[in-house]
């Protein structure tokens, strides 16, 4: 396996100081082998990792580097990429003037390189940014083109493991929807989603934050979420325990 892979694999283990040493080894290998297209690949995992740390400063910098380098040798995935994470990066910096139109800049080019999970984080960002404006109408058409399109990745896939990876993007995405519902005052349309993906998880949490709960909407999620506890399907029993958001 190569740094820039082992790197990655650090990352996903919390190993971030491994993850940046390696990133940073491969970043170095790559320009004294003048491999200009790895370069801006690096660069972009050197963002992910200062991301997975909240260095936003660290995250703007290095993703505005892989930026440059995606432009340089047209690589029009990897500039998508890194432009999504560039402008999420600067809207989490207190000077940083709050625009969108990256973000959508960033959503054409995943698009157009049929790039579909740049797209689904993209628009996973981008729905962050409505919501933080109150634009609720567009954040939840956002959420609903990311969850389509989630739920078409991950039916293509049949190694277990690797469909079990896509839980977390699907709990973030039901998470930020069942949000928007909430700040609209939407109780019992929130309990519908959370009936939808069977989380016990998400349905706590709307519980917790609202007293406006449908008593209907309860007790037709309490016995979906029984009747999943009683299969012997392992995706079910995950998905009652609110483990994971897998169907």
């Not at 003048?34 to 660069?43: K, M, S, T, Y």
């Not at 493991?161 to 995405?173: E, N, T």
């Amino acid at each position: 396996e190569s740094k820039l892979e082992l790197g990655n694999i650090s990352r996903e283990k919390g190993n971030f100081e491994d993850a940046n040493y390696l990133h940073l080894s491969a970043l170095r290998s790559f320009k004294e082998q003048q491999r200009l297209p790895e370069v801006g690949l690096a660069q972009f995992e050197l963002a992910v990792d200062a991301q997975a740390q909240a260095n936003w400063p660290l995250a703007h910098d290095w993703s505005k580097r892989a930026v440059a380098s995606a432009i340089a040798v047209n690589n029009d995935r990897l500039q998508g990429r890194a432009l999504s994470l560039h402008t999420n990066a600067a809207l989490q910096l207190p000077q940083s003037a709050k625009n969108a139109r990256p973000l959508k800049q960033a959503l054409a080019l995943n698009r157009s390189s049929s790039d579909t999970l740049g797209t689904i984080d993209t628009l996973y960002r981008l729905a962050t940014f409505e919501v933080q404006s109150r634009n609720y109408a567009a954040a939840t058409n956002s959420i609903r083109e990311a969850e389509a399109l989630l739920q078409t990745q991950h039916r293509a896939i049949s190694n277990p493991r690797l469909r079990a990876s896509f839980g977390s993007s699907f709990v973030r995405l039901h998470e930020l929807h069942i949000q928007v519902l909430l700040k609209q005052g939407l109780v019992t349309q929130a309990l519908e989603v959370a009936l939808r993906w069977r989380s016990r998880v998400l349905v706590e949490s709307i519980i917790q934050n609202s007293s406006a709960v449908s008593v209907e909407a309860l007790a037709r999620f309490n016995e979906a979420h029984g009747m999943c506890q009683q299969l012997k399907d392992e995706h079910c029993r995950a998905l009652a325990l609110g483990n994971s958001a897998l169907t």
